[in-house]
């Protein structure tokens, strides 16, 4: 078959990749498959994954501006020569792309490897060799904005910005080979994952170790993403005086992405050549480059056997079964045990299960600059509340798979609600405990994060049980299937807007209070706090 | 004394937007009977069910389980089993893990619940795939456990919509056997199926619904004298019923001209 017919059939292959990613949610859900709402849905997931690529693609596009094309104008760091600046501005965007590539990839991996548009395809008078460069011009799709972008227009304004043609060509094949690389890891972990964990169950303490250390493997991607975008100056910073510290050593230029920085940075100033590091550089980068030419032939196979059904991409695995001894608990628990056992088989679950403690890890770094004063401490609370309740939402959609299930079981309202607002609130208090303990470790003021952050805990638990119950409500009444919940932004961002409104209101208070009459601070914020989990708690019970 | 209803519907409607699924459906099912609801696709059959349980919101109606109306939502499930047409379960926890969390949403007592798994997963052959994810089963499989996870609560009625799809000739049988002797025991069955020789050989009563409406209700000698036909089977007197013999034989007929 001819590579534009196979380009046109992909499209369709692509069309229902992206829209399984938002239908297989729907699944077991009450609502009717309506033929206008399929539609909505259809459009719908195409311009989330499109949306996906663009996000990306502003990423990227942003650190490149920030970071990367600064360098080739002869922007830098006083007393860090300019080379040097480039290696340093080379490396950390490359490390940029590498984890945002793959954090992106590891969103709709997934649902490539599991989709069933090979179950489709097969039947079709289409031979394997067609099906598998289907699925492979599909995987393209997925990624192909981000992947162009960076691969042509920033080598493209490298090179005008430096006037070096050679430096626009080696920043092309550093692009090129990240590029490879981060597919191949996205490809690699959603393989591993299928095969090691989603296929495979078991109960032994072994097993659930196992499984967190892959899910830790998994999501450190997004993690390195978080941190980039985060701190993406201060690292490109780090890696150009690290690299001037370092350049002694010389051996830096063999490690991956340097060796790409010290290439590009000789390609784009050859006056400033130093030899020995430029040959370390030019072979490690052909050593990179090979690699690099054998992840994307590890890539297209992989593709290949997804696209044959050959080889097995997913290989189940059986346990033997001793006995078939179940402890069940109170219904509270069992949704709870239930909950953070899917959690510990979904990487998109799980980071969000690690998000907060995370996010405070990372605003730890702030305590290094000086005095924690009660603004700081309760910008902090508010900054891990906010990361806190995106939570229920999630959890709410966790039953979403299945909702038309759990619907008809003897299940309260209020006991849906009350055990997934005690999951939140344990998962906010453990960022507390992060931050508490980094507090005393410091020495900065931990008795006022104690204090506050006990108290605001209140005020966390109060906001999610509201979340929940305008969730719960539109569940029960059958407006929409909750898996679905965030393919409708709006009924999402509806959702947890009022969630951060209660979070803020103590802390507003608070702040007010300071102003007018500090000794009152704690007071006003406890009361606050209390009186909105106090309030909560009764429109919960009422349900 | 008369005996109290399993189930009581009157007046039934569902409607998906201007659309209506099931239109003023009306029936009762009594202790020890095995009510089969048949029609043809799209009939308004699970629509009806998902009502039955609470999952659908009807648009009018009036539904009583055992007298308690579906208000009193927590009560009436408690006394239900359900088996969903599509089997959607929680598909990265195992079957142990799923029927934990039924067994604690449903308060069972480890004991009791352990005894009455136990048979039920050598009786339906699940316990070789305990600690194998949902995921990873086969439709059947899957069926299975949902199979089980109805049944651990000894349900006083049952509702199974399409149960035997994917089962193998053994848990079919077994499932078939289950049924029957629920029944006896003095419990309710609703089940949908578009098997007319196992809705003719497990079913007391049947109601055959067409376009969301009941046309026809009752014994299936009941329904042979209702459409005049002595020796009929079941799907001829569906066929009948839901209007579609004389479209049938014109297809079959159009099909053989074009060989």
């Not at chain 1, 790409?260 to 990179?288: C, D, K, M, Q, R």
């Not at chain 1, 401490?377 to 759990?406: D, H, K, N, R």
């Not at chain 1, 849906?416 to 453990?430: G, H, P, Q, R």
């Not at chain 2, 009625?157 to 078939?176: F, N, Q, T, V």
């Amino acid at each position: 078959m001819k590579i534009a017919d196979l380009w046109r059939l992909s499209r369709t292959a692509y069309k229902e990749v992206s829209f399984q990613s938002i239908f297989s949610l729907r699944t077991g859900a009450i609502l009717p498959q309506k033929e206008a709402d399929i539609g909505r849905l259809a459009r719908s997931a195409e311009v989330n994954t499109l949306i996906s690529k663009i996000i990306t693609t502003i990423f990227i596009a942003a650190f490149g501006f920030t970071i990367f094309l600064p360098t080739a104008i002869g922007m830098g760091l006083p007393k860090v020569p300019k080379e040097m600046v480039i290696v340093g501005g080379v490396t950390a965007f490359l490390a940029v792309l590498l984890f945002l590539i793959a954090f992106m990839g590891l969103q709709v991996a997934t649902s490539l490897v599991s989709s069933k548009i090979v179950e489709v395809l097969s039947p079709l008078p289409l031979s394997k060799h067609d099906i598998s460069w289907i699925v492979f011009l599909c995987f393209i799709k997925i990624f192909d904005i981000p992947l162009l972008i960076a691969l042509l227009v920033f080598p493209v304004l490298y090179a005008f910005s430096s006037g070096s043609f050679l430096g626009g060509l080696a920043s092309f094949l550093s692009i090129g080979v990240t590029e490879i690389f981060a597919l191949a890891l996205t490809m690699g972990l959603a393989g591993f994952f299928y095969s090691r964990i989603l296929s495979g169950g078991g109960r032994s303490k072994w097993k659930a170790l196992l499984r967190f250390i892959f899910l830790i493997v998994w999501i450190l991607p997004s993690f390195g993403a978080y941190l980039v975008m985060n701190f993406a100056v201060q690292i490109a910073q780090t890696f150009a005086s690290m690299t001037q510290i370092l350049s002694s050593l010389q051996f830096i230029a063999l490690i991956y992405p340097f060796s790409f920085g010290f290439l590009v940075s000789y390609a784009s100033f050859p006056s400033e050549i130093n030899y020995f590091i430029l040959t370390l550089s030019i072979i490690s980068s052909f050593g990179y480059s090979t690699l690099a030419a054998y992840c994307l032939k590890f890539v297209t196979s992989f593709i290949r056997r997804i696209g044959t059904g050959v080889g097995g991409v997913i290989t189940p695995m059986r346990e033997i079964v001793k006995d078939t001894i179940i402890r069940p608990q109170a219904p509270w628990f069992g949704i709870i045990r239930k909950d953070l056992r899917m959690a510990s088989r979904s990487p998109s679950y799980a980071s969000l299960f690690l998000l907060p403690a995370l996010q405070t890890a990372i605003l730890v770094f702030s305590f290094s600059f000086g005095e924690v004063g009660l603004s700081t401490i309760l910008g902090m609370l508010f900054g891990m509340s906010l990361v806190t309740l995106l939570l229920p939402p999630t959890l709410l959609s966790i039953e979403g798979v299945s909702s038309a299930y759990t619907r008809s079981l003897p299940l309260k309202k209020r006991t849906l609600i009350l055990a997934k607002t005690m999951l939140t609130t344990v998962i906010y208090a453990i960022s507390l405990v992060v931050l508490f303990v980094a507090a005393v470790f410091l020495k900065k003021n931990f008795v006022s994060i104690l204090a506050f952050g006990a108290v605001h805990t209140f005020s966390v638990a109060a906001a999610s049980m509201l979340e929940l119950t305008i969730l719960a409500n539109k569940f029960w009444k059958g407006d929409f299937a909750l898996g679905n919940v965030y393919a409708r932004l709006s009924t999402f961002i509806l959702i947890i807007i009022p969630g951060f409104a209660m979070v803020l209101f103590p802390i507003l208070a608070a702040l007010i209070a300071y102003f007018l009459a500090d000794y009152f601070v704690l007071t006003i914020f406890s009361t606050i706090a209390i009186l909105e989990f106090a309030t909560m708690m009764l429109a919960v019970l009422r349900e | 004394m008369v005996q109290q209803a399993a189930v009581t519907v009157e007046g039934l409607v569902v409607a998906y937007g201007s659309f209506v699924a099931v239109d003023n459906l009306s029936f009762t099912v009594h202790p020890g009977e095995v009510y089969g609801l048949l029609g043809p696709n799209g009939a308004g059959k699970t629509s009806t069910i998902k009502a039955l349980i609470g999952v659908l919101q009807p648009r009018s109606g009036k539904i009583q389980v055992y007298g308690m109306p579906l208000s009193d939502e927590v009560a009436v499930k408690s006394q239900i089993g359900y088996v969903p047409e599509e089997v959607v379960l929680f598909d990265s926890l195992t079957p142990r893990e799923f029927f934990e969390f039924i067994a604690s949403v449903r308060r069972l007592e480890a004991d009791v619940v352990n005894f009455r798994l136990e048979r039920l997963a050598c009786a339906l052959d699940v316990k070789q795939y305990f600690d194998t994810p949902i995921a990873a089963l086969s439709r059947g499989n899957k069926q299975k456990v949902a199979i089980t996870a109805a049944l651990l609560h000894e349900p006083k009625l049952l509702i199974l919509d399409e149960p035997l799809i994917g089962l193998d000739a053994r848990s079919s049988k077994i499932l078939k056997e289950l049924i029957t002797f629920h029944a006896k025991k003095g419990g309710a069955v609703i089940f949908s199926t578009h098997i007319m020789e196992v809705a003719e050989k497990l079913c007391t009563r049947v109601g055959i619904i067409n376009k969301g409406r009941l046309v026809g209700e009752g014994t299936v000698e009941g329904l042979r004298k209702l459409v005049k036909s002595a020796e009929g089977s079941l799907e001829d007197i569906f066929l009948k019923v839901t209007e579609q013999e004389k479209d049938m034989q014109e297809i079959i007929r159009a099909l053989e001209e074009g060989q």
